[in-house]
């Protein structure tokens, strides 16, 4: 797969997956990893990276109106981002930059500290067999695919251990309604909270409660709890509330020992398919 | 009495074919007089006072609800996606599909009878801007159009063949027009986009039928002239007059707004007000001068360009008839102003404001503290792309009401540390920081917003899912036309706000996808709304 396609394919699925902002909050920007001098030239890549690239990247380069280049220093070499960054990419809208070499080198030094996405995923305290036991035998199957199998009410998790860290992916398993995965941010609309509930009080008084699929001006699209889908047209709705932090998950805080939180932990964490499936054969 | 009968003939033949004798030309008294001709939409803003109101009163708030599709145009190259505001005359609509390709349409049918497209090349500097043209104007028998690559070009309105063509600036320094140009009596009137690779911005005046440049207004100063000591010693950059301007006959005044400085965000290299960025400039249209001039945004550091279009109307103050204008800015405040002296009259926000506490006796932003783009992201609201950024608004003189698409949203400012070297315009971008929009899009919203026209009250509001980049049309059967981003197109009862009617054109959920300006026409007594979304025309009508 060349360098440009495993970008395309990286930002096709954290659009179609989401990343939560906490997640995304709580990304490294080099301040675990890096001594008190790396961290000077870390802070001056952030800042010069936050004013210069991320309105179009994302704040954690993980794309927006642009593509994830999170990986870029890595499939193009340092060489290779100078060269975007200095001359731009015709066609498209990566304008050329004046910035200075400094600037640019403390840039990549700080988009290097956020790529974390591809590389052997991080050590968990939990047995990934053990995990696999743990997903099957609490039902989570009956929300959430992987490899094929399961059902579609949340999240796809085939790749999710390449998508998020352990420490997210346990903060999800305990407080789902506060780590909801968003839209990737856009220029003109913002971010948007995936799987938030709504809650739509028809003229006739019947309420229909679920997660918002889709929405404009005047009219909403609702999945309910049973996977069925409900459109209906603002004008004859009385009220519609959202439910936040509401959220079809469970959470498991009560259910699993602290044992199989790290084994289910360590299981998703192993999930990190990145091939491109769609021609396989 | 034969000589009688010829004379009666000869008059009754002027007087009732004047469509025969339009339908070859639109010499500047029709555009003078636009308002006696509703059946056409002459220009950009509808009229030289930019109202976005037609006086056709066919399409009510009574029958809306049965308006159709009457027929669709599908742009036939891929690209940007439209912004075009067309331009209708004798029951032909002239088009931009972007970015610089002109169609002429059958205006009932929307069939295509001639179109063209500029030999641009292979690589079309636009940073900053979006590669899409705003629309054309008509004078005469020509059709003109600023092309991406930054030409100026008059078209045969019957054929599409070149007149002639001018460059007024150098694409590959990031020069490019994306404003619709203004035909005054014999005049051509453009500015061009790029200040965001820190161009110097300029207002040109062409001659209609030759081309030939009859003067070039600087929107910032040359270092030693006047207005160069507000730019602290630092370089001078921007103020790209990138919009198009209003038109008072009268007064012999053009009203032009001018753009950011350049870097966007950082101002430390150019401590002071940086005339005249972010400013409305008064312009005599005969020699270039400025006659006055207002800035809404001293030192801008938020991309707040000033360009926004004025609408021009008169009103009684405290018992005494006077000239106004009024626009809504991108920092969010809406002014109004003496049209004659550029006195400022008044001014409040018309969005969530935290940028400034409101403005001075004499219309300066009261500046809050700890709003400059930091070296950490500052929110501040109204977002980089404003209260409104470039969608006109409309006005309905019978009401007096001021119609505005307020953008509903916040940003996060930083700047970035400015180049050791002086810039080398040109050479990229010298944003100096960033404007990110990150903001929930469920924290953000659009609004429809009737303003009264002299004070700013709001009169009613109707909001939508996100903030659009959709101008409002009005009409004298008190009807409202604009779209959501979602590209929900409506109709609204222009005295209360209430939803009378919309059609979905298209779009989707999480992205913009509709950024035109609908106009009113009418065609063998049959009224017709247009409306574009991200790629077609629609032009609706009732059965």
Redesign the interface.
Known sequence: MSAIRSLAVATLILVLCGLPHSLLAASPNGKQQAGPGAQADLDVGR??Y??????CHG?YATGGDGPNIQRAPITLGNDGVIKII?N?V??TMM??????DT?IGAIIAYIRSLGRRNEPPMPTRGDKVKGQTVYDGNGCAGCHTIDGQGGSLGPELTQIGSLRQPDMLRQTLLDPGNALP??A?????????LY?IFRAVQRDGKVVEGMRV?????AIVLEDAKSNFHSLSK?NLRSLE?EPRKTYMPSFKDTLSAAQLDDIVAYLSSLRDLSDTRNAQ | MKAAKFFLSLLLFCLCSPSKASAQDVPYKRLLHSDTEPQNWFMYGGDYQSKRFSFLKQITPQNVVNLRPAWIYQRSRPGEMIEDSPVVVDGIMYIVEPPSTVTALDARTGLAIWSWTPALPRVVKVDGYHATSRGVAVLDDMVYIGTIDCHLVALDRKTGAVRWSVTLGDNKINYGLTAAPMAIDGKIIIGPSGSEDGVRGFIDAYDAKTGKRLWRLYTVPDPGEPGSETWGGGQILGGAAWNKGSYDPELNLIYWGTGNPAPDYNGDGRPGDDLYTCSLLAINPDTGKVKWYFQYTPHDTHDWDGTQVPVLFNASLDGKPRKLLSVANRNGFYYVLDRVTGEFVAGVPFVKETYAKGLDAKGRPIVLPNTDPGTEPVLVYPSNNGGVDWVSPAYNPLSKTFFVNAREMGAYFAKSKLPDKPLVVGTGMVMGGRGNSYLSGDDSYGAIRALDVTTGKRKWEFKMQAPSWVAPLATASNLLFSADDEGDFFALDSNTGKVLWHFRTGGSFISSDTRSSPITYEVNGKQYVEAADGDTFIAFALP
């Open positions: 800042q010069a936050v004013a210069n690239c991320s309105r704040l200095k731009g015709p066609g304008t050329a930059f004046n910035l200075d600037q968003t839209t941010p856009n220029r003109d609309r913002g971010k948007w909270v938030t889709s929405e404009s001006t005047f004008a959202k």
